[in-house]
């Protein structure tokens, strides 16, 4: 079969996005690990499906894989870039969407000049919610990650991240979570790791290492939970500014019972097609 496919990038997070609406196509975890890899396949963070809603509310349902196959709940950048991709394929002419994702319904705004607004809905510190193994509490949770203890808020916005707060951003913090943090056992279904650098009240530095990719460019829910767990912590005002390695995102929290708003870029980098 030969597949049509876009492929975008919120601040260098990259997707390859197809559109499911126009022709029913389904992916197995094999077809997506070729796809993903960057000399084999096309090479993509996340593979974004497109596909008419279930829900007669909603404008669309869209689905999220990683390039490892697994498909997960949310993505933050996927959300702008899908926004992006069903106005320019003029699937729809709305400006606000509502999409169902694995995560529940979420509501998309594009702004004039492209920059979408994303409601990602209302983040949970309960460690249950992740699932990470442990009693909730207010306080910081230790870990221990090979012989070295780091000191973590777990936040799920949908999708399960730790946040851990550093002094100095270096790469070999990141580099070395893979399967200490990543794979702990304490999170069974894994998690996304993320490390932030508070500058200020309201701008932090952030890089994440992404459950079932490895580090990327950005990452949308993560910089949500990273501004989230600074603001629950103290550290952080409810409106942050993260600057990620592929650029800067603006996140808003007014606290608890409120959604966050999550506000970037979307790009389009080319069209292609290729046998499934
Ligand atoms: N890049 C994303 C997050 C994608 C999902 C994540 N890797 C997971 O497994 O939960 C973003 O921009 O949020």
């Given at each position: 079969m030969l597949l049509k496919f876009t492929k975008m990038h919120g601040l260098g997070n990259d997707f390859v996005v197809v559109d499911a609406v126009s022709r029913k196509v389904f992916f197995n975890k094999q077809q997506i690990e070729k796809l993903s890899d960057r000399n084999w396949g096309i090479g993509f963070d996340q593979l974004l499906v497109v596909e008419p809603p279930t829900n007669p509310d909603m404008d669309f349902r869209y689905r999220i894989y990683n390039s490892d196959g697994s498909e997960v709940e949310h993505c933050g950048n996927g959300a702008r870039c899908f926004a992006k991709f069903v106005l320019d394929r003029e699937l729809t002419n709305k400006r606000i969407i509502n999409v169902e994702t694995k995560r529940g319904a979420i509501q998309l705004r594009v702004l004039d000049g492209g920059l979408v607004t994303v409601d990602m809905g209302e983040p949970s510190f309960d460690p249950n919610d992740l699932p990470f193994t442990a009693e909730p509490s207010d306080a910081l949770y230790s870990i221990m990650a090979g012989d070295v203890e780091y000191f973590m808020t777990p936040v799920s916005v949908g999708n399960p991240h730790a946040v851990i707060k550093v002094d100095q951003l270096t790469d070999d913090?990141?580099?070395?979570?893979?399967?200490?943090?990543?794979?702990?056992?304490?999170?069974?279904?894994?998690?996304?790791?993320?490390?932030?650098?508070?500058?200020?009240?309201?701008?932090?530095?952030?890089?994440?290492?992404?459950?079932?990719?490895?580090?990327?460019?950005?990452?949308?829910t993560g910089a949500c939970a990273a501004v989230v767990a600074g603001i629950k912590q103290g550290w952080l005002s409810p409106k942050v500014t993260?600057?990620?390695?592929?650029?800067?995102?603006?996140?808003?929290?007014?606290?608890?019972?409120?959604?966050?708003?999550?506000?970037?870029?979307?790009?389009?980098?080319?069209e292609g097609q290729i046998y499934l």
């Open positions: 913090e990141v580099a070395t979570v893979e399967t200490l943090i990543e794979c702990h056992e304490r999170f069974p279904r894994k998690v996304n790791v993320g490390f932030m650098q508070v500058i200020s009240p309201d701008e932090i530095k952030l890089r994440v290492y992404e459950r079932g990719v490895g580090e990327t460019q950005a990452c949308g993260a600057h990620l390695r592929g650029g800067d995102l603006h996140i808003e929290w007014q606290g608890e019972g409120s959604p966050i708003l999550m506000t970037g870029p979307a790009e389009k980098v080319f």
